[in-house]
């Protein structure tokens, strides 16, 4: 360990009258031969270069702030050695130390990016940074497409203006700062990890940037966080659920999922107008890749007769017995299906080639359609929603929450956290550390899911549960 290179910002701390009160930030036990009586440079010069611990920390907030000081670029050892000392030898065991959060900031810039497919309230999430960071007197980047933007020669980082500020951006749908695309990773595909880590670690120290906070679902939040420890070494990293596909785990609602399922919810509503004027079935194609929650919330709020699910097999003959059923009661129906669910006929899922040659889920409602048809000789079409979903206002729910997370996202920051994915809980705001999503199965429907069992209650087929 270079002792040179290691403190400057216990002054602030030291020089502070709020010293010993307000804001609890760690709690330090200390060794029993803390105690005993001796230099206390030499002590803390020892200490720093052990390869042991000197310090217990009892609190992974404080233990994230404590090594973010200790490694901190402007971290003067000379400087601060006599007042961490004073600190380390002569405060109890287990007593706590204190100051205020703007005495202990060190981050007086961050950047910000919304990484892979965009949703309704990113926006109002990126108002809500902004605002928040101005008032801790912390600048503000954008991060364009994300990382494909930061390893461009120029990088695409640019400070945010008043206009990221505005209330125009809460009901703004979208990105300002734009998602990534198949398309951007061609260069970062065509680099090698060492490549990437030196155009990303040479971006972010040009600007200094102190830490990173990006909107995302499970794999991109994970990948951003492995890219950022291994480019840049200990660069702070905060995540925001993003998805309109509700299947991160340990969250209840990512942002960007109630306004989609009210976007869809409408359209399936407007649909049942043409298909009773018509006499027709209706089958309507939700988003959600292998998870169910935005077809079976959409469904339910737009008074779907059927939904079909990813998570649930599909019985033909109950299908077309309830189908039938409901034709025969209204001259009409409605049924929702999930891009991702499994064909009655091929117990496959419906998928497409693009142009580039990705392959993507759809087809789905063509599919169920047509079987209805040939099986019930009835009328049957089909609705795709696609990018519908994703687009448009959000509302006030997405609203709110974008707001919440992204101004505790800020403060997370500040306070010296790091790895961790903000999260709304139904109570609260809480930290989720980044090792609980990685390498755990994303979020799905069980048979035990309450809005499941309405909807099941109220006589709705939603496959074999």
Not at 258 to 283: G, L, M, N, P, Y
Not at 301 to 307: E, L
Not at 318 to 323: M, R, S
Request: aromatic letters at 6%.
């Amino acid at each position: 360990m270079d002792l040179s290179v290691k403190l400057k910002y216990a002054e602030k701390i030291t020089h502070s009258k709020t010293f010993l009160n307000t804001n609890l930030i760690t709690i330090i036990r200390m060794p029993t031969q803390a105690g005993k009586q001796r230099n206390p440079q030499a002590f803390l010069i020892s200490a720093l270069d052990s390869d042991s611990s000197i310090l217990t920390i009892t609190n992974h907030k404080s233990q994230t702030f404590f090594n973010r000081i200790l490694g901190h670029r402007t971290f003067n050892l000379q400087m601060w050695a006599p007042a961490i000392l004073a600190l380390l030898l002569y405060t109890p065991l287990a007593q706590a130390f204190s100051a205020p959060s703007s005495v202990l900031n060190s981050v007086s810039k961050i950047g910000i990016l919304t990484s892979g497919g965009d949703c309704p309230s990113l926006n109002a999430c990126i108002r809500a940074i902004l605002k928040t960071a101005e008032t801790r007197d912390v600048e503000v980047f954008g991060l364009p497409r994300g990382f494909p933007g930061i390893i461009e020669d120029p990088p695409a980082i640019f400070k945010l203006d008043a206009s990221y500020a505005s209330a125009a951006m809460l009901t703004k749908g979208g990105s300002r700062l734009g998602g990534s695309v198949g398309s951007d990773y061609k260069l970062i595909d065509s680099l090698s990890l060492d490549e990437k880590a030196s155009r990303i670690s040479a971006a972010l120290s040009q600007l200094e940037i102190d830490g990173i906070i990006a909107t995302g679902g499970d794999t991109s939040m994970d990948l951003i966080a492995q890219m950022l420890q291994y480019a840049t070494g200990n660069i702070p990293f905060i995540g925001i659920p993003k998805s309109i596909d509700n299947d991160i785990p340990s969250t209840i609602y990512s942002i960007g999922f109630q306004s989609a399922v009210a976007t869809a919810a409408k359209s399936i509503a407007a649909v049942r107008d043409t298909a009773e004027s018509h006499r027709r079935v209706i089958v309507v194609e939700c988003m959600g890749r292998n998870a169910g929650f935005l077809t079976l919330h959409s469904g339910i709020a737009g008074g779907a007769d059927t939904i079909l699910l990813p998570e649930f097999p599909v019985d033909n003959t109950q299908l077309l017995k309830h189908v039938e059923e409901v034709y025969k009661k209204h001259e009409c129906a409605v049924v929702v299906v999930s891009e991702a669910i499994r064909l009655s006929n091929s117990g496959k899922t419906s998928k497409y080639t693009t142009a580039d040659g990705k392959t993507r889920l759809g087809g789905s409602a063509e599919a169920v359609a047509r079987f209805l048809s040939e099986s019930l000789s009835l009328d049957a079409r089909h609705v795709v929603l696609g990018h519908t979903q994703r687009g448009g206002s959000p509302n006030g729910f997405d609203q709110v929450m974008a707001t919440t997370l992204g101004a505790h996202a800020v403060n997370a920051i500040c306070e010296g956290q790091s790895e961790v994915m903000m999260n709304w809980n139904g109570r609260n705001v809480e930290a989720i550390p980044l090792d609980e999503v990685r390498d755990v199965p994303s979020k799905s429907l069980s048979s035990d899911y309450p809005e499941l069992i309405a909807a099941q209650s109220m006589g709705i087929y939603c496959g074999s549960t």
